[in-house]
């Protein structure tokens, strides 16, 4: 299919150790979202890619994290040091640069700090 | 305050009865909303979008928004099973889209 894969699906890591999670987000969609969502919560914004322009990094938690997009397609999601309150699912999402909101979502990573 | 809240059920309705979620939201630049559905374990998929004042039908999906009221509703018409679902209000001012944490719907048959 042509959607938004993300990998690892799960993840299962110790305390301290850093951790990437990959996004390939639908051909042809210029922007890129992170969200992350813990047990029965909703989704948490986390970072917006779009284009070239420079990413809206405002909803990164902490310096730990960190994201990057090479060549306007794959994202990296890279978690260092991680915490017990890390575990979570962490959501990628692509849409067309200018249809806000309606957003495409990868089947997510889930997170599980030890 | 968060940004969007919904109603935090869970909502449990007969099969076939009219199912209503609310949402309100506190950022009055918020210009477009939306409603995605999320089954468990799964991830979430819009199922509707609303721009203007007033109801926005689509199949048995209805949404309604009040600006004035910052106020946003979905309402599932004869409900089914395959209605049951997690159901994420969210709303956006631009590129960065709020959503609430969800209401629960079950369904009974």
């Known amino acids: 299919g042509a959607g938004v894969s993300q990998s690892p699906s799960n993840k299962v890591t110790e305390k301290g150790k850093d951790v990437e999670l990959r996004c390939d987000p639908i051909?042809?969609?210029?922007?890129l979202y992170w969200y992350r969502q813990s047990l029965g919560q909703g989704l948490e914004f986390l970072i917006y890619?779009?284009?070239?322009?420079?990413?809206?990094k405002s909803g990164l938690p902490s310096d730990r994290f960190s994201a990057e997009r090479t060549g306007g397609s794959v994202s990296t999601l890279t978690i260092q040091r991680t915490q017990q309150e890390d575990s979570a699912v962490y959501l990628c999402?692509?849409?067309?640069?200018?249809?806000?909101?309606?957003?495409?979502f990868g089947e997510g990573s889930r997170l599980t700090v030890l | 305050q968060k940004e969007v809240e919904q109603n935090s059920g869970p909502l449990s309705v007969p099969e076939g009865a009219i199912a209503s979620l609310n949402c309100t939201y506190s950022?009055?630049?918020?210009?477009?909303f939306f409603w995605y559905r999320q089954y468990s374990g799964k991830s979430p998929e819009l199922i509707m979008s609303?721009?203007?004042?007033g109801d926005k039908e689509d199949g048995r999906f209805t949404a309604q928004l009040n600006k004035a009221s910052q106020y946003v509703s979905l309402l599932i018409r004869d409900s089914q099973p395959s209605d049951s679902a997690t159901y994420l209000c969210?709303?956006?001012?631009?590129?960065?889209?709020?959503f609430g944490a969800g209401t629960t719907v079950t369904v009974r048959a």
């Open positions: 999402a692509s849409s067309l640069g200018h249809r806000y909101g309606e957003l495409f």
């Open positions: 609303i721009y203007s004042n």
């Open positions: 969210g709303a956006s001012n631009d590129y960065k889209l709020s």
């Open positions: 950022d009055r630049g918020s210009q477009s």
């Open positions: 051909s042809g969609h210029t922007a």
């Open positions: 890619f779009q284009g070239n322009s420079a990413p809206d």
